[in-house]
């Protein structure tokens, strides 16, 4: 399980000072990431490649609200691999280690030239299941 702490800033948060909705998807981008970098997958050379990973569906749960200044984790962890995808598993929780969010993200892999999905490359791959 990676592990990405997160400060909450004014910015993230709406007039009630509580976080807005959306920016919990943004902290749950950040801690695949730098999971992902953490493992070694640098996903701007795969784009070079006209590789992508792209978020195909998404099943969220709102549990407490995070605040102004609060500090967060972002808990990431792989659920399943497929052939051409790789699903997550993300929890947010505060310093009280209340769950605040979860997450349960299918990502794809693409071609971006022809924007259909591609079998995952064999070294990342190989990466991503020994992580799991």
Known sequence: MFKLPIRIYYEDTDAGGIVYHANYLKFCERGRTEYLRHLGI???EYLKQNIAFVVKSMQIDFKVAAKFNDEVVVLTEIKQI???SVEFIQTII???EQSVF???VQVACI????MKPKAI??????VLESAS
């Open 102 to 104: 979860t997450a349960d």
């Open 111 to 114: 071609d971006l030239t022809k």
């Open 42 to 44: 640098e996903q701007d």
């Open 82 to 84: 497929k052939r051409a």
């Open 94 to 96: 505060n310093n009280k």
């Open 121 to 126: 490359p064999s070294d990342i791959l190989e």
